[in-house]
T-cell receptor, first 112, second 113 residues
């Protein structure tokens, strides 16, 4: 399974764009990259998912270079409510079922 | 909206007790997962199931077992609870597609004394 590496923590001021990078050097051909957000005392919540190039939704953008060995989650104009832990997840189907690996997450602190 | 519920938010058990944690999902998902979450270690996969009566070991299955008799229900069993199993336990479910979009329950904080 592909192992992921993320920064342990990041600080950002309100209104700024935040980019969190995840490294996954041994990603497999059929693996997808998925990002989750987790607030204290809650389960993680899906943010965005991609396979290659760029994906954008109403919450974030995901940039994946051609070699797919890393990915960057971009949060535009963060607010205090974006303070959370962000997890990068890499995995896919193996032997007919999903196998997944969560990283340790990046704790984002948004400062007023 | 997908709903994943867990039987308890907080649970306190004694060392050596048998503990059952139950998870129910209401969206007919094929896949269900049990994780534990500890400070500094992130989420670690204990077991997962991709079909009724099917199970696969995750990264840290030792000391745990699971049961999936019905599609909507996935149980985690601690045969003989130990203090190092004090943790937050999270259940998740996902459909066959899209890949890896998991829906998590609120978690059960288990304390073993």
């Amino acid at each position: 399974l592909a192992k992921t590496t993320q920064p342990i923590s990041m600080d950002s001021y309100e209104g700024q764009e935040v980019n969190i990078t995840c490294s996954h050097n041994n990603i497999a051909t059929n693996d997808y990259i998925t990002w989750y957000q987790q607030f204290p005392s809650q389960g993680p919540r899906f943010i965005i998912q991609g396979y290659k190039t760029k994906v954008t939704n109403e919450v974030a953008s995901l940039f994946i270079p051609a070699d797919r060995k890393s990915s960057t989650l971009s949060l535009p104009r963060v607010s205090l409510s974006d303070t959370a832990v962000y997890y990068c997840l890499v995995g896919g189907y193996s032997g007919g079922y999903q196998k997944v690996t969560f990283g340790t997450g990046t704790k984002l602190q948004v400062i007023p | 909206d997908v709903k994943v519920t867990q039987s308890s938010r907080y649970l306190v058990k004694r060392t050596g007790e048998k503990v059952f944690l139950e998870c129910v999902q209401d969206m007919d998902h094929e896949n269900m997962f049990w994780y534990r979450q500890d400070p500094g270690l992130g989420l670690r996969l204990i077991y997962f199931s991709y079909d009724v009566k099917m199970k696969e070991k995750g990264d840290i299955p030792e000391g745990y077992s699971v049961s999936r008799e019905k599609k909507e229900r996935f149980s985690l069993i601690l045969e003989s609870a130990s203090t190092n199993q004090t943790s937050m336990y999270l259940c998740a479910s996902s459909p066959g597609q899209p890949l890896l979009k998991q829906y998590f329950g609120p978690g059960t904080r288990l304390t073993v004394t």
